[in-house]
């Protein structure tokens, strides 16, 4: 799971590519960003889904949480 990912570093994107190249398709393809949501959050004692629904962040974790729902289904189908 690749986290606090920002794109305009070149090294997240070095990183990112060495990840899927290595661990190939165990890398979730959700990727959570940087985002001042995500870190304020906690200050105010909530989880960003109740903090802030509509933030990159929080859009992102549902995502993950959609991707790993997806491969639970289709590793018991397997």
């Known amino acids: 799971l690749r986290t606090m990912y920002d794109p305009r570093n070149r090294l ?3 990183v990112s590519r060495q990840l899927i190249q290595f661990f ?3 890398v979730f393809r959700t990727v959570i960003p940087r985002n001042v949501r995500l ?7 909530l989880p960003i889904i109740s903090y ?3 933030s990159k962040g ?6 993950l949480a959609g991707e ?3 491969r639970e289904e289709e590793a018991l189908v397997s």
């Open 39 to 45: 870190a304020e959050a906690p200050s105010h004692g």
């Open 68 to 70: 790993i729902l997806r």
């Open 24 to 26: 190939g398709d165990k």
């Open 12 to 14: 997240a994107t070095d």
């Open 52 to 54: 802030d629904r509509g």
């Open 58 to 63: 929080a859009r992102s974790y549902l995502a």
